[in-house]
């Protein structure tokens, strides 16, 4: 059987850089940080008092007031990146066979602001359950593309991915999987998450995953820095429209790029501790390149999942040298997530659509926040510290890691 080629013809996204692609991109090359202080609770007490939070959203651009509070905050991230992809696509939904397309959408933890206030509110009662009518249908992950498939009235594949910090690159996969074989002619694909609260964030504390940098947000989220002490909890939303080649040239979209492969693996060593030598890691870019009948020289960029951990960060860059040998040297290597934090299930979908707007522009995206060099990363990788960089790029990589082991990868290459 001859797998169909699939293409990306629309992009959207809501973050903590900007409520649009050309913002995001723009702030993103610019190497502007999104941290700050937390706008959306009292986080006085807390030990991180900070995130890249979404700013200046408002979601009745979108939804009626009345139908936005039938909907958790996720839902309507997911709601608004998903609008501006589909209008960057230019897709008339009435020309297309509604039954071939489809909404596969991840979430590493979906309605928590809608669980958090459903609970807070039965504690401060007098013991007599009164839920909203909505909690459930709120709360639950796969909502969200339930909502998507009913407003464009797609009845092609619909369901949600769970993987953590990968599940938005699952879903890019999934997606990808069901055109490839003709089994769909577009998939609608993403990830959202609306976790800058207070469960999320006290959460995160007591894991020690966070950073405490209090005093300098904006600074906090170093990856492969020598003081890196934890990750910048981000949110936000971001859409691809995934179409296959052939359906996509006779409506006449615009192609930003060919997704080329995807990658799968499990580290199988901790639930939350990456492998120390990144074997996981390695294995699911080999792959991704498997998938994609690629071979190392033909990467230019990865888009790392470069947490700003001080374990995530050596592993992954141990996987690379481990996977691409000698050209390792030759990459262009870096973390937008010390712009934008961790969006955690929506992290592989944002970050998927920096990378094609890698392959797209030719410009690498900087690390941002780099002021002391660690020692224990090869002098000779180049992670691109605090400023863009202009090359070619053919084809560029990108990782994301979820907590229980869950590695995910995508490949997206110019298109022919």
């Known amino acids: ?106 979430s590493g933890i979906g309605g928590l602001r809608t669980f958090i206030d459903e609970v807070t509110n039965f504690n401060a009662g007098d013991g007599t359950p009164r839920f909203n009518p909505f909690f459930i249908p709120k709360m639950i992950i796969d909502i969200a593309p339930g909502h998507i498939s009913i407003k464009y009235g797609l009845r092609g594949p619909n369901f949600a991915t769970v993987s953590a910090c990968a599940s938005s690159t699952n879903a890019i996969i999934d997606g990808f999987n069901y055109i490839r074989l003709g089994m769909a ?39 492969f820095d020598l003081d890196r002490e934890g990750f910048v909890l981000g949110e936000g939303a971001a ?21 080329a492969g995807g990658g799968l693996s499990a580290d199988a060593n901790h639930i939350t501790a990456p492998h120390p030598e990144g074997l996981g890691a390695k294995n699911v870019m080999k792959n991704a390149m498997r998938d994609a009948g690629m071979v190392p020289e033909d990467i230019d960029y990865i888009n ?14 141990k996987a690379i ?5 000698e050209h390792a040297f030759n990459l262009n290597i870096s973390s937008t997530k010390s712009m934008t934090g961790h969006l955690l299930g929506a992290a592989g979908a944002l970050e998927a659509i920096a990378s094609i707007l890698s392959v797209q522009n030719d410009i690498i995206p900087p690390t941002i926040n780099h002021f002391t060099d ?43």
């Open 1 to 106: 059987m001859e797998l169909k080629r699939v293409v990306v013809t629309g992009i959207g996204a809501l973050t903590p850089l900007g409520n649009s692609v050309p913002e995001f991109w723009k702030n993103l090359v610019d190497g502007v940080s999104g941290a700050d202080i937390i706008t959306h609770f009292d986080a006085s007490k807390f030990k991180t008092q900070f995130a890249c939070e979404v700013k200046n959203f408002q979601i009745e651009n979108y939804l009626d007031r009345k139908e936005a509070r039938k909907l958790d905050p996720f839902v309507h991230y997911a709601l608004a990146s998903t609008d501006e992809a589909v209008k960057d696509a230019n897709i008339d939904f009435d020309t297309l066979d509604r039954d071939r397309a489809g909404v596969i959408w991840g």
């Open 374 to 416: 660690d020692p224990q990363f090869d002098p000779r990788l180049n992670l691109t510290f605090n400023k863009a960089q202009k090359r070619v790029v053919r084809a560029a990589l990108c990782n994301t890691f979820g907590f229980g082991g869950h590695n995910a990868s995508v490949i997206f290459k110019k298109a022919e």
């Open 321 to 325: 040298i481990s996977c691409f040998g």
């Open 185 to 223: 002619d577009m998939i609608i694909a993403g990830g959202s998450e609306a976790s800058v609260n207070e469960a999320a964030v006290g959460g995160f504390n007591a894991m020690h995953a966070l950073s405490t940098r209090n005093d300098s947000p904006k600074t906090a989220s170093r990856p």
């Open 304 to 317: 790392v999942h470069g947490t700003s951990t001080p374990l995530g960060d050596i592993s992954e860059t």
């Open 239 to 259: 859409t691809l429209i995934l179409e296959e080649y052939e359906h996509a040239k006779r409506r006449g979209a615009k192609i930003y790029a060919e997704l």
